[in-house]
């Protein structure tokens, strides 16, 4: 196995979160991170993996890169297009073996908040009114395993979320399971700093592993409550040269990767896709017939 050398964070948080999917799971994914991160497990070790998505797509093979859940692309060579509904009444009946979700604040026990910051204030009145659940709380509640993702910040690692978008363990051991929740709960929380995971008995988050260059130091110093430390504290893996050259050819102008997308125009919206179609359709030709992406 050969590592890359030249990568960036995002390329590692791809990596990271596409090592998280295992070959035939059904994985419940968005765009940006999360999505490269599933169309890299397929072109790499997980062949065989199902990706659906929000608009009521199963199974699709996207030749171009997806913007928003609304796009074409995500309905681009799927085994089946429903409709949203149906596909949110198959995660409640724990058809899904992933979920990845992210918020605006995550707490020791995984849940996570992307509806109100409070702060101080009151639910009707709060500092900050936030999206909401969308999805999140279905695929929290029923998917087998959810994959959170969220960068490190003060505010964000707090010891108790201000309101509940999306279970995790709720206050910690069988809380879950009485709360009749019949997903398994989040596996992992992936950072730009560590990955976080979570203890069998108390269900509280602990580190893991440690990006190359972070210090677990500077990790406790953005998160509010006593974080716990693996006895077995890791390095994280860094991506492969295999990895790294299939990220960027599922993104060739660095939308997510490189924060593309404030600068894309109409036209070179229009080229991208264009070009994408043929590259990455030819590295799923590849992958089919020659079990290897590497020469995408």
Same mark, same amino acid.
């Given at each position: 196995?050969?590592? &890359? ?11 990271? &979160? ?46 171009? @890169? ?37 918020? %605006? ?69 069988? &809380? ?11 596996? &992992? ?15 509280? %988050? ?57 600068? @894309? ?32």
């Amino acid at each position: 196995m050969v590592y &890359a050398t030249d990568y960036t964070l995002a390329e590692l948080l791809v990596a990271t &979160a596409a090592r998280e999917i295992k070959d035939g799971d059904v994985v419940f994914v968005g765009v940006g991170i999360p999505g490269l991160g599933a169309g890299l497990a397929r072109l790499t070790h997980a062949p065989n993996m199902i990706m659906a998505m929000e608009c009521g797509s199963i199974g699709s093979q996207a030749y171009r @890169l997806v913007l928003g859940i609304g796009d074409n692309a995500c309905v681009e060579n799927a085994i089946c297009n429903t409709s949203l509904w149906r596909l949110f009444s198959d995660q409640q009946r724990g058809y899904f073996d992933v979920g990845m979700v992210g918020g %605006a604040q995550v707490d020791k026990y995984g849940n996570l908040n992307s509806t109100v910051i409070i702060d101080n204030r009151s639910y009707q009145q709060p500092k900050t009114r936030l999206p909401g659940s969308g999805g999140a709380n279905d695929i929290a509640s029923s998917a087998r395993k959810t994959i959170l993702m969220i960068n490190m910040q003060a505010r964000r690692f707090i010891e108790k979320v201000d309101y509940i978008t999306s279970p995790g363990y709720l206050d910690g051991y069988d &809380a879950r399971e009485r709360a009749g929740l019949p997903g398994g709960g989040p596996a &992992a929380i992936i950072t730009d700093k560590c990955i976080m995971r979570f203890c069998p008995v108390t269900k509280e %988050a602990y580190v893991a592993s440690v990006h190359p260059g972070v210090t677990i130091e500077e990790v406790k110093s953005l998160v509010s409550w006593n974080l716990k430390v693996s006895p077995d504290l890791q390095k994280t893996e860094p991506p492969t040269a295999e990895q790294v050259k299939i990220t960027r050819t599922l993104d060739p102008e660095g939308i997510y990767l490189r924060g593309g997308l404030r600068n @894309l125009t109409f036209d070179r919206y229009i080229e991208m896709l264009e070009n994408s179609r043929d590259v990455l359709s030819k590295a799923f030709m590849k992958k089919l017939y020659n079990g290897s992406a590497d020469r995408c």
